[in-house]
């Protein structure tokens, strides 16, 4: 199995000069690079910049790689999302190898595996139906196989409801759900019929409040946590986006600046999710957050052959850039 170590970890000693330190050599590494000559850029010229201006010019010149904009003709129906890109650039072999090998020393392809034995809090996030429980399952894997133990497991779930591509392209056998939320909890009781629920709070939306939706349970040794994130603004929108999932369950779990985190997702989106985490706990706490994600093991999803084009690694590399470049306003303007 290719591991590799988590991208961009904060967790040992972690300080603004250290978050500092570790933008500046991602965003200086020869794979990225050999990424932007490859589609025209001036690396050259890029690398010379200070830190701030090179994440802004990086995250502008990455639009040459948003091709979800470039093909919205590329959906069915309305819905238009990332596993639904196709790979219609004509590359040949070599160039798309070249891609993917730079975009696995930048931390989006292969599987991770966390650097510590203990955090307090194991954050599944969620996603699309099979992410939903290839995430849990990972997570409870790394428990249940004494690599890491928690004080707690939290899933951090939205009222998405899935679409039809989600539920004729992904086979997860016994997993249904009508939303995002649905399927991290049906995933959980799946995965461990032990999990037993000990308490519930759901709360309806109204103009002024996003529904939200808390439910706790334990098996005979970890303790589990279950949200239904509100929209922080319902007047602008119907469901939490990311930053209000972090922000409920930073307010839920009482987070301290000093609690210690590990993300679980898919490993492509490791480095957007990693980068944005960041920012977002070190916002609501006021100090540096001590996080990790990984991302499961690709031969789980090996059959989902859409999920290993080139174009889509460059969709998220994309998103990683321009969390980079927030990342380096909030950290360093």
Known sequence: MNHQPPFFSTIKGITGEKIKNQLADWLSSPELGDLVTLFGGNWHALNTLALTEKAQRLAEFSVCWDYRKQQKQCSIGNEKARW????SEQWDLQTEKRILKNC???????????AENYYDYVLVLGGIKSSCYYRTKYALELIKNGIISCSCVAFLGTERD????????????????????????????????AIKISEEKTVLASSVQGGYRIVKGQDNHNRFLFLNAPAQEPEKRKRANTADTYEFFAQTANMPPDMKLLLITTQIFVPYQQLTAVRLFSQLTGKPACIESVGFPN??????????????????????LLAARDLTAYCFD
Request: aromatic share 10%; proline share 6%; hydrophobic share 40%.
């Open 104 to 114: 696995f020393s930048l931390g989006l392809k292969g599987s991770s595996q966390p």
């Open 162 to 193: 899935i679409t039809c591509s989600e539920q004729q392209g992904f086979n997860v056998p016994n997993l249904k759900g009508k939303t995002e939320f649905e399927l991290l909890f049906n995933s959980a009781q799946l995965l461990n019929p």
């Open 299 to 320: 031969r789980w999803i090996e059959d989902a052959s859409f999920m290993h084009q080139p174009v889509l690694y460059l969709q998220e590399l994309r998103s990683a």
């Open 84 to 87: 639904l890109l196709q790979n």
